[in-house]
């Protein structure tokens, strides 16, 4: 085992920082020196995990291979590095609660008064711990803001991380705010004084300072903010807002020395550092060739982190194609036979995101896909999307008029989509199909062209699966079950993970999430040809 070495990244006077995506720039940073890097999230809100929770809520919920369901930095951590996440990877106040109560239960602690120091603590120790294998740096990202007492018994846990290895092992960074007082025109940095003090008063002295900043940050300010935190000059780091993406992070903070920063406390040599595919993407992002207009039409589309992972992987299409893209949000509640026509109006693509049945919009979102399919516009739709795909074509193709899923009418006649018959660890009425699963294709597909081979693995987390018992006649007019579940297990084999429309542009559904899987130096095919589908019916315009 690798002696592995421990930064813990906090925040402070406010939420929504940039936490996950300053500590995947690290992650990233420390990869291109040649380091072997995990990445572990603690979430201190007691649900067990994401998944059970409203995107109104929480924003997206990531799914890793082994079926977690997690934080939406989690997409970020994966999409920034190497790293593929598991469980182990997710920390939750539910989770560690649980597994102390159990214990208790069982008398394991042999009669002794179970609290949260050291029984809390300690399990939360020991799960950081199960991410130390064959890794030289552990990052720990401790969500929520200094002063929530949320977080309070994983802010002792990282102290004692201190105690229990000692210096030149635990680092601690601190993700902070420089507010800006408009009517003075001046940057104030008392809220970090008083967000550190906040930090100490638990035990906790930062080693470095993460200033999140609109603008420059002076040397008068790095000196006071380095004086009245006792932090040294060199670790006060700015971290300024980024121009056109998030993948310039790295670089940034690159040019701020931060890397060296890091492995100087940490009393790490310094490896030869090569950025130049991070240099390489940003140029290709600058640089375009086209410009599409792409369709978003589904569900929480007002919502920004809803659909995190997909947009970010639309960018990762579009940068692959050398192109710019102006995407149009559309919630299907807004959309009817009357005005699709307008609504849709010079789009060269379509995308339906993933979604739940009971929260509206979906026969708007239908319409949007007989409005795509009878004008051949390029069409992806994921999840959710492909169930109203495959409905839409029931209906009005194979003149299955009352084609349904369950989902939205549990005594429809004609159950096109019925639930399935997985079990999960979820205590939910229905069970998610959740985690990495393996399709076949068929030979000469459309999707055996866009993966270029005859077998994927891909994350799925749905409940509902289409009723094979359609197969024969969706089949015969046209919609064409191309992606099929294989298992050895007679209730998932066979299962239809994705359909492809005969004789269309681009015109496919997919049960599965492609958008967790997809980086910005390995974008998904499926994102890619998308666009590519997008850029050439632009063209042909």
């Not at 030289?136 to 802010?155: A, H, K, Q, R």
């Not at 601190?174 to 008392?190: G, Q």
């Not at 000196?223 to 300024?240: P, Q, Y």
């Not at 191309?482 to 542009?505: I, M, P, Y």
Request: hydrophobic fraction near 35%; proline fraction near 3%.
């Amino acid at each position: 085992m690798k002696d592995a070495k421990f930064i813990f990244i906090t925040g402070g006077v406010s939420s929504s920082l940039g936490k996950g995506v300053a500590a995947a720039s690290i992650a990233a940073l420390l990869e291109a020196r040649g380091f072997k890097v995990n990445i572990v999230k603690i979430d201190p809100y007691i649900n067990m995990d994401a998944g059970s929770m409203s995107p109104y809520q929480h924003g997206e919920v990531f799914v890793t291979d082994d079926g977690a369901e997690a934080d939406l930095d989690f997409g970020n951590y994966e999409r920034f590095t190497t790293v593929e996440l598991s469980k182990n990877n997710s920390i939750t106040t539910g989770k560690v609660y649980q597994e102390v109560i159990n214990r208790e239960r069982d008398g394991s602690y042999n009669g002794h008064c179970v609290q949260v120091i050291p029984h809390i603590t300690d399990e939360v120790k020991r799960r950081i711990k199960l991410t130390e294998k064959e890794n030289d740096i552990i990052i720990i990202e401790i969500g929520g803001t200094v002063g929530d007492i949320e977080s309070i018994p994983f802010l002792e846990s990282a102290r004692q991380f201190l105690r229990d290895y000692k210096e030149k092992k635990v680092l601690y960074i601190h993700v902070t705010l420089i507010p800006k007082i408009a009517a003075a025109d001046e940057f104030k940095t008392k809220p970090t004084q008083h967000s550190v003090q906040k930090l100490r008063e638990i035990g906790i002295q930062p080693d470095i300072l993460l200033c999140r900043i609109d603008g420059r940050m002076d040397s008068s300010m790095r000196n006071k903010l380095a004086l009245f935190t006792n932090v040294d000059n060199d670790a006060v780091v700015e971290a300024i807002n980024t121009e056109k993406t998030i993948y310039e992070v790295p670089l940034s903070y690159e040019e701020r020395n931060l890397t060296d920063v890091i492995l100087k406390k940490l009393n790490m040599e310094s490896k030869q550092c090569d950025l130049s595919r991070w240099e390489n993407l940003i140029k290709s992002i600058q640089n375009p060739k086209w410009h599409v207009k792409i369709a978003l039409v589904g569900q929480y589309i007002e919502l920004q982190d809803a659909h995190k992972s997909l947009t970010e992987s639309l960018n990762h299409g579009v940068y692959n194609n050398d192109t710019t893209m102006d995407l149009v949000k559309i919630s299907g509640s807004k959309i009817n036979r009357d005005n699709v026509d307008k609504l849709l109006a010079g789009v060269d693509a379509i995308l339906i995101p993933g979604g739940f049945g009971g929260d509206g919009g979906i026969d708007g979102i239908i319409e949007t896909i007989r409005y795509a399919r009878e004008h051949n516009i390029p069409l992806l739709a994921i999840g959710l999307g492909m169930q109203l795909l495959t409905i839409e074509f029931m209906r009005n193709v194979a003149n299955v008029k009352d084609a349904n899923s369950m989902e939205f009418d549990k005594d429809t006649r004609e159950p096109l989509f019925i639930p399935n018959k997985f079990n999960g660890e979820k205590e939910l009425k229905n069970k998610f199909r959740l985690g990495k699963c393996i399709s076949k294709l068929g030979d000469g597909s459309l999707f055996s062209k866009i993966y270029k081979t005859d077998k994927i693995s891909e994350r799925h987390r749905h409940m509902y699966e289409f009723n094979n018992k359609y197969r024969d006649i969706m089949e015969e007019k046209g919609l064409l079950a191309t992606a099929t579940n294989e298992s050895s297990n007679s209730d998932e084999a066979n299962l239809v993970n994705g359909v492809e429309l005969k004789g269309a542009k681009y015109y496919v559904g997919v049960q599965f999430h492609p958008e967790f899987k997809s980086k910005p130096f390995s974008p998904h095919p499926l994102f890619v040809t998308f666009v590519e589908a997008a850029v050439r019916h632009h063209n042909e315009k």
